[in-house]
């Protein structure tokens, strides 16, 4: 492995980004701490060129926003920012940094467009260059200081086979004419941006087996779930951490009233009985006092009942998409997704030119298949056994009242 150089300090970081505005190509991975904190942040950033690594540290420069030098790299359209997997990355450097992006590229968007059966940056970077990637820092802390050796080598492998990983993909994306749908998808990244981050109220009812409890056990439930987010937030942990589901769940289906009872359930260690055993049982209290009324349901995912027809339309766009996927090596959910599909049915478009404003079909979908979606839709409404005509209804005639006169 290369070496790398550590950049703690703001002088340092500054004269990183004057340098990297004068590459033609960098490669970025970041660190973050949410396995360990419930508000989570950017730990680490490494940043590759062709010569060297550097392993930027925004805790030691005291803030993530002290990062704003690189700032003007990332949103730079003549340097290119190579990422693997960059979906998590941007969204945190956009977060907590404000940061935009031009000319990006994902090594692992590209391997997904290419077919790869495995597309982990390990398993690619075995492939290409027969280098195994250190694995066991996966889980590790990043907000720790001081860093430790393994760690600072894990992080820095990350960045330094990118550069040339990129090049390798593009020069297959470029062989299977499939260059311009990775850019559509690196534009469409680029521009994304996430909403800010809410608690969930009714998160509660997403833990499982929650939806099979009585309203008595599923009032505690409730008032256990805020009880742990609220520690969550205080400890700066994640919730799983501080208590895990099933142990919420099965507090709730016992309702303990004492410490002794509490500790009997699965899960509460007596670092927990001490910490927040009083808190978990006036948690308990609260919920027994209150009642749960009609479990409400979970946010609709906006998906119609199909009729007849589209239901067709679906099964012949599936049919279609299974054997292009197959011409084409792809996963079919790569080539378009399941709810793009659904989308594209209830449209029912006559020309691919409609797949433009279709929800959740990609950018270069249309251009590349719109015509084929079109003819296989086409074929199928042709070829559709005529639907009956309902019966019509007919009138009986009228029953005359009254005798009938004699001759």
Same mark, same amino acid.
């Given at each position: 492995m290369?070496?790398?150089?550590?950049?703690?300090?703001?002088?340092?970081? +500054?004269?990183?980004?004057?340098?990297l505005?004068?590459?033609?190509?960098?490669?970025?991975?970041?660190e973050?701490?949410s396995?360990?904190? @419930?508000?989570?942040?950017?730990?680490?950033?490494?940043v590759?060129?062709?010569r060297h690594?550097?392993?930027v540290?925004?805790?030691?420069?005291?803030?993530p926003?002290?990062?704003a030098?690189?700032?003007?790299?990332?949103a730079?359209?003549? &340097?290119?920012?190579?990422?693997?997997?960059?979906?998590?990355?941007? @969204?945190?450097?956009?977060?907590?940094?404000?940061?935009?992006?031009?000319?990006?590229?994902?090594?692992?968007?590209?391997?997904?467009?290419?077919?790869?059966?495995a597309?982990?940056l390990?398993a690619?970077?075995?492939?290409?260059?027969?280098?195994?990637?250190?694995?066991?820092?996966?889980?590790?802390?990043?907000?720790?200081?001081?860093?430790?050796?393994?760690q600072?080598t894990y992080a820095?492998?990350? &960045?330094?086979?990118?550069?040339?990983?990129? +090049?390798?993909?593009?020069?297959?994306?470029?062989? $299977?004419?499939?260059?311009? !749908?990775? =850019?559509?998808?690196?534009?469409?990244?680029q521009?994304?941006? !996430?909403?800010?981050? +809410?608690?969930?109220?009714?998160? @509660?009812?997403?833990?499982?087996?929650?939806?099979?409890?009585?309203?008595?056990?599923l009032? &505690?439930?409730?008032?256990?779930?805020?009880q742990?987010?609220?520690?969550?937030?205080?400890?700066?942990?994640?919730?799983?951490?501080?208590?895990?589901?099933?142990?919420?769940l099965?507090?709730?289906?016992?309702?303990p009233?004492?410490?002794? =009872?509490?500790?009997?359930?699965?899960?509460?260690?007596?670092?927990?009985?001490?910490?927040?055993?009083r808190?978990?049982?006036?948690?308990?209290?609260?919920?027994?006092k209150?009642?749960?009324?009609?479990i409400?349901?979970?946010?609709?995912?906006?998906?119609?009942?199909?009729?007849?027809?589209?239901?067709?339309?679906?099964?012949?766009?599936?049919?279609?998409?299974?054997?292009?996927?197959?011409?084409?090596s792809?996963d079919p959910g790569?080539?378009?997704?399941?709810?793009?599909?659904? /989308?594209?049915? !209830?449209?029912n478009?006559a020309?691919g030119?409609?797949?433009?404003?279709?929800?959740?079909?990609?950018? !270069?979908?249309?251009? $590349?298949?719109?015509?084929?979606v079109?003819?296989?839709?086409?074929?199928?409404?042709?070829s559709?056994?005529?639907?009956?005509?309902?019966?019509?209804?007919?009138?009986?005639?009228?029953?005359?009242?009254g005798? /009938?006169s004699?001759?």
């Amino acid at each position: 492995m290369a070496d790398f150089e550590i950049i703690d300090r703001a002088s340092d970081l +500054e004269a990183l980004a004057q340098d990297l505005l004068t590459e033609k190509v960098i490669a970025v991975d970041t660190e973050a701490d949410s396995f360990y904190h @419930y508000f989570d942040k950017v730990c680490l950033v490494q940043v590759g060129t062709r010569r060297h690594t550097y392993l930027v540290d925004p805790l030691a420069l005291g803030d993530p926003l002290d990062l704003a030098p690189l700032g003007p790299v990332f949103a730079s359209p003549d &340097v290119r920012k190579v990422f693997h997997a960059a979906e998590y990355d941007v @969204y945190l450097l956009k977060r907590d940094c404000g940061f935009q992006f031009a000319n990006l590229f994902d090594t692992m968007i590209s391997s997904q467009l290419l077919g790869y059966p495995a597309i982990g940056l390990a398993a690619l970077a075995e492939r290409h260059f027969d280098i195994r990637l250190p694995k066991d820092e996966q889980r590790s802390d990043w907000s720790r200081r001081p860093l430790s050796d393994k760690q600072l080598t894990y992080a820095a492998a990350d &960045v330094q086979f990118l550069i040339q990983l990129a +090049e390798k993909l593009e020069r297959e994306l470029k062989k $299977a004419k499939r260059l311009g !749908w990775a =850019q559509s998808e690196f534009a469409t990244l680029q521009r994304r941006e !996430w909403p800010a981050r +809410e608690f969930d109220k009714l998160g @509660y009812l997403k833990i499982k087996g929650a939806r099979k409890l009585d309203p008595g056990p599923l009032a &505690v439930l409730r008032e256990l779930y805020l009880q742990r987010d609220a520690r969550a937030r205080e400890i700066d942990r994640p919730p799983f951490k501080v208590l895990g589901n099933r142990s919420l769940l099965e507090i709730a289906e016992n309702k303990p009233t004492s410490t002794e =009872q509490l500790g009997r359930i699965k899960g509460v260690t007596d670092l927990i009985l001490r910490r927040m055993g009083r808190d978990i049982l006036g948690a308990v209290k609260r919920g027994r006092k209150k009642t749960h009324g009609p479990i409400p349901k979970l946010e609709s995912s906006g998906r119609r009942r199909m009729d007849r027809a589209t239901e067709r339309r679906l099964a012949a766009l599936k049919k279609w998409r299974t054997r292009r996927a197959e011409e084409l090596s792809l996963d079919p959910g790569v080539l378009c997704a399941n709810s793009a599909l659904e /989308a594209i049915a !209830w449209r029912n478009p006559a020309a691919g030119s409609e797949l433009g404003d279709v929800e959740g079909v990609k950018d !270069w979908f249309p251009e $590349a298949f719109g015509d084929e979606v079109a003819a296989a839709l086409r074929d199928d409404a042709a070829s559709a056994p005529a639907e009956p005509e309902p019966p019509s209804r007919r009138r009986r005639p009228r029953r005359r009242t009254g005798s /009938a006169s004699k001759s």
